[in-house]
């Protein structure tokens, strides 16, 4: 069983279109986070969600938006995006944040390419 | 500012052992984590350390000094499959994770 899944797995979009980044996670955790992962680059936390309230949002530009219509799935809305949006968008999920041994597990990522 | 650092790329040979070393300043520390992460796959969670000393887990062991803000994940016996980046990451005082870049470990016959 995949406890923390993504869809879609690739994705190439122009400038100016919209699409949503899609994620589910069957661990029964209460936090879901977004990362976007850049090649040689530390993972970058976007959106952090605690029992479907944001905590979180790391100065992220607005044409990245966050939906968590409950605390099994997680989108990621994304309109006008720019190239330098082009990375691996991660998906995680953790039991309970703010605990020190809180480990977070994560989705396989949407490869995203924009054109 | 807060810094994880890693080395960037690795080569060892199958059957051998090797030592992944990271580095941390951060604000607070609140516990260590690794990460194994093959490529176009999702990080998979390795170990997490809190208190100095070794964390031994078959293959895997890792290694945590606070007062040197240093650990190390040690593979042994390794194995073609265990060629993937490694990554770090520490929980700082506000409890927020903070990575490393990652260490890509190449692993020759």
């Known amino acids: 069983e995949t406890g923390v899944t993504q869809t879609p797995r690739h994705l190439v979009m122009g400038m100016t279109n919209k699409k949503s980044l899609k994620c589910e996670q069957h661990?029964?955790?209460?936090?879901m986070y977004w990362y976007k992962q850049s090649a040689k680059k530390p993972l970058e936390l976007m959106f952090v969600?605690?029992?479907?309230?944001?905590?979180e949002n790391n100065s992220v530009p607005s044409r990245f938006s966050p939906e968590c219509p409950n605390s099994s799935h997680l989108f990621l809305h994304l309109h006008t995006l720019q190239p330098e949006d082009s990375a691996l968008y991660l998906c995680?999920?953790?039991?309970?944040?703010?605990?020190?041994?809180?480990?977070?597990?994560f989705g396989p990522g949407t490869r995203l390419t924009v054109l | 500012g807060q810094n994880i650092d890693q080395p960037t790329e690795m080569t060892a040979t199958e059957g051998a052992i090797v030592q992944i070393n990271c580095t941390y300043q951060?604000?607070?520390?609140?516990?260590l984590f690794w990460y194994q992460q093959h490529a176009g796959e999702a990080p998979t969670f390795l170990s997490y350390?809190?208190l100095d000393g070794l964390e031994e887990k078959g293959r895997f062991s890792s290694f945590l000094s606070r007062s040197k803000g240093y650990s190390y994940l040690l593979l042994k016996e390794l194995q073609m499959k265990d060629s993937a980046s490694y990554l770090c990451?520490?929980?700082?005082?506000?409890?927020?994770?903070?990575w490393g870049a990652g260490t890509k470990l190449i692993i020759k016959p």
């Open positions: 995680a999920s953790s039991q309970e944040m703010g605990q020190g041994a809180d480990t977070q597990y």
């Open positions: 661990l029964g955790h209460n936090a």
């Open positions: 969600y605690s029992l479907e309230e944001r905590v």
């Open positions: 951060t604000s607070g520390f609140n516990g």
């Open positions: 350390n809190v």
């Open positions: 990451a520490v929980r700082d005082s506000n409890y927020q994770l903070i």
